[in-house]
């Protein structure tokens, strides 16, 4: 059973951007069924990090695309970005530290309430913006 699931609710329209949002939430959703079926720390340890190297290339894509494109509020997103990526740096220094004692379903709602929201919030604040870029460019054609 998915911790989180994917909907129509969350698709931005942009191909590479989707795809990376739907894999963030496999890795989410990787993690959560590896808690509940009580695997290693080790394991656990290597998807949280999986889940780091994706997100962070994620950011830079979705940064380079919001660039091309112009959006006004790129400084902004940027900040969100990094705040997200130092509190799940957070997270995982903590695991790190004591596994025996690290809050597993705080990290779990965190992850799964800030991907949720962050995509409702904040990206499809500049899809407008990519969007009439690529129109744009497809007139020109």
Same mark, same amino acid.
């Given at each position: 059973m998915s911790f989180i699931k994917w909907s129509a609710d969350y698709? =931005?329209?942009h191909p590479d951007i989707d795809r990376d949002h739907q894999g963030i939430f496999a890795l989410i959703n990787d993690l959560n069924d590896k808690v509940r079926e009580g695997v290693?720390?080790?394991s656990i340890t290597v998807t949280i990090e999986a889940l780091i190297d994706y997100v962070n290339i994620h950011f830079e894509r979705e940064e380079t695309l919001m660039e091309?494109?112009?959006y006004e509020e790129l400084h902004a997103h940027k900040a969100v970005h990094r705040q997200l990526s +130092?509190? !799940?740096m957070f997270y995982k220094d903590s695991y790190d530290r004591g596994p025996e004692v690290f +809050?597993?379903?705080d990290f779990m709602l965190f992850l799964g309430g800030w991907l949720t929201n962050?995509? !409702?919030v904040a990206d499809m604040d500049y899809v407008p913006v990519v969007r009439? =870029? !690529?129109n744009e460019a497809r007139e020109k054609l």
């Open positions: 698709e =931005t329209g290693s720390e080790g091309a494109c112009g +130092d509190r !799940v +809050d597993m379903e962050h995509i !409702v009439g =870029t !690529v």
